[in-house]
Each structure stands twice: as structure tokens, then as C-alpha cells.
């Protein structure tokens, strides 16, 4: 379930940044990203395992809606790949958009699925966990490719770079104020809005799952998973970014790109250590 739910929302993240970024990137830069995010997609479907509640919780059409949505946001950029470029531009946006579309709703409902039994309140908060994530590694992804791209052609603008850095930081922030939000409501209410039993850990000293005392579970030994997911994940990409846009300002692309390879890679560890803590805990940091 963690590589499901983290390569699913990396690809629709990826399909996001798409819609954000100058048509003078070129052909190529829209078609290597598109096939990207649908291989990406393609690659979460294949670790899907069965949504983590019971039949009878939850009714299957949310489940058959969560399973199409993915599916056609796949079936949209596979299709956006497959043109671009080379024939029907006037389908392009239309599959574009309509994978954003379906990305959309496939976050909307899987966090549903993962806040079932919990209140209103749990599971909005897990959908813009779900969507600020998504967003997050779909700007870290593509500012990186971005930065590369400069490579391949050496005449784009150097604006289009500081755009959409200003869209990971943007990013940054919202992934930032979602986690805080979280993290308050988990220490302060969160046993009594989740309404659902926890899976592993399901005690920290002598408390039960349906019970978990967040504060405890932060600075107990197996608290160091979520200090990892703070310090590689938000407090890294945050330093990273701000020397990314310092280095774009002065229009050095090969640093900036450096720079941008190692806030990827702090990205993916700080978002793959928060699918597990979603899962271990019921807590969607």
C-alpha cells in the first residue's frame, strides 16, 4: 500500500505540473513527463493491494470510483503521450486535463477509503494531505527535469525554471501548514476523530490503537520514522528550494539542477516516510 499510494500521487503530481509549465519547454519535455506519470501510475497499480477496510464499511462503489479514476487519469496520459507532438492537437488538452481530472478524483476518493469511519473532520484532512502530496512530488519531479532540460535546449528562458520553483515552494508551504494541522489535531483530538482501529503499533505503552496518545508515539523509538519525515522531508526540501531559487536567480541552470536532484530525493524519502506513518498510525503526515 505505501508504493501504491506513493507512486500513484507522484505520477498524478507529475500530470499537475504538466498544465503549469511553458509549451516552449518543447515536445519532447511534455512527452518524457507524460510517459513518466503514466508509467508511474502504471507502476503503483501493480503493488495495489485490497483498501485496507472491511466490505461492509465501505460501499463499493467508492472503491470501483477509486479504482476508475487511477485508471483513467493512466488511460488519459498514456493517450496524451501517445499524441503529442504527432497528431490530434486538439485532443491534447482534453486528455491532459482530463488525467488532471482523474488524478483529482482518485486522491478525493482514496483518502475516503483511507479515512473511512472517522469524522469530517479526519478525512478532509486527509484529502489535502493527499492532495498537497501529490502536488509536492509533482513539483519536485519536474523542476528537476526542468533544470535538466537546459541542457537539451540552451536557449529557454530562464523564467520558465524560476516558475515552476516558485510552484515547489508554493508547494512547500501548503505540504508544510497540512502536516502542522495534522500533527496538532492528532496530539490534541485525534483518538477520538479517527474512529477506527490502528493497525501495527497498536500500543504505545499500554494505550490501544483506537486510543493512540500521538504525543507519546512521536517520542517513543518508533517516533524516529516521523522526525525523519520532518527533518528529510519538510525542513530539507524547504533549504533546498530557497538555494534552488537564489541559484535560478543569477541564471545558473547546472547548479540549480544539482541542487534540485537532492531535493527530489529528500522529497521521495520525506513522502514515502509519511505513506507509513499513515498506514502505522491512522495520522496522514
Not at 501548503?174 to 483530538?189: P, Q, S
Amino acid at each position: 500500500m505505501v508504493l501504491f499510494l506513493f507512486l500513484t500521487h507522484l505520477g498524478i503530481g507529475v500530470a499537475f505540473t504538466l498544465a503549469l509549465i511553458s509549451r516552449q519547454a518543447g515536445v519532447k519535455f511534455f512527452r518524457f513527463n507524460a510517459g513518466l506519470a503514466a508509467a508511474l501510475i502504471a507502476a503503483g497499480l501493480a503493488f495495489q493491494p485490497a483498501w485496507p477496510v472491511a466490505p461492509a464499511e465501505a460501499p463499493s462503489v467508492v472503491r470501483f470510483a477509486a479504482n476508475g479514476f487511477i485508471w483513467g487519469s493512466l488511460a488519459a496520459l498514456t493517450g496524451y503521450w501517445l499524441i503529442v507532438g504527432r497528431t490530434l492537437p486538439a485532443w491534447r488538452p482534453i486528455l491532459l486535463y482530463g488525467a488532471i481530472g482523474c488524478g483529482l478524483g482518485a486522491l478525493l476518493t482514496q483518502s475516503v477509503l483511507i479515512g473511512w469511519g472517522g469524522s469530517t473532520i479526519r478525512q478532509t484532512l486527509t484529502a489535502l494531505s493527499f492532495l498537497t502530496s501529490a502536488v509536492f512530488l509533482g513539483g519536485a519531479s519536474s523542476s528537476m527535469i526542468l533544470g535538466h532540460w537546459y541542457l537539451v535546449i540552451p536557449s529557454l528562458n530562464i523564467s520558465h525554471l524560476q516558475s515552476i520553483v516558485k510552484v515547489h515552494i508554493v508547494s512547500i508551504v501548503l505540504r508544510t501548514v497540512v502536516v502542522l494541522a495534522v500533527v496538532l489535531m492528532a496530539i490534541g483530538a485525534w483518538p477520538a476523530l479517527s474512529g477506527v482501529e490502528g493497525p501495527a503499533l497498536s500500543a504505545v505503552e499500554g494505550h490501544p490503537a483506537s486510543a493512540i496518545d500521538f504525543r507519546r508515539y512521536i517520542f517513543s523509538i518508533a517516533g524516529i520514522f516521523f522526525w525523519q519525515r520532518v527533518l528529510f522531508g519538510l525542513f530539507g526540501p524547504a533549504v533546498l528550494a530557497a538555494l534552488t531559487w537564489e541559484t535560478a536567480k543569477i541564471r545558473s541552470t547546472q547548479s540549480a539542477t544539482g541542487i534540485l536532484y537532492v531535493d527530489f530525493f529528500t522529497v521521495i524519502v520525506g513522502e514515502l516516510l509519511a505513506k507509513y506513518l499513515l498506514l502505522e498510525t491512522n495520522v496522514p503526515v
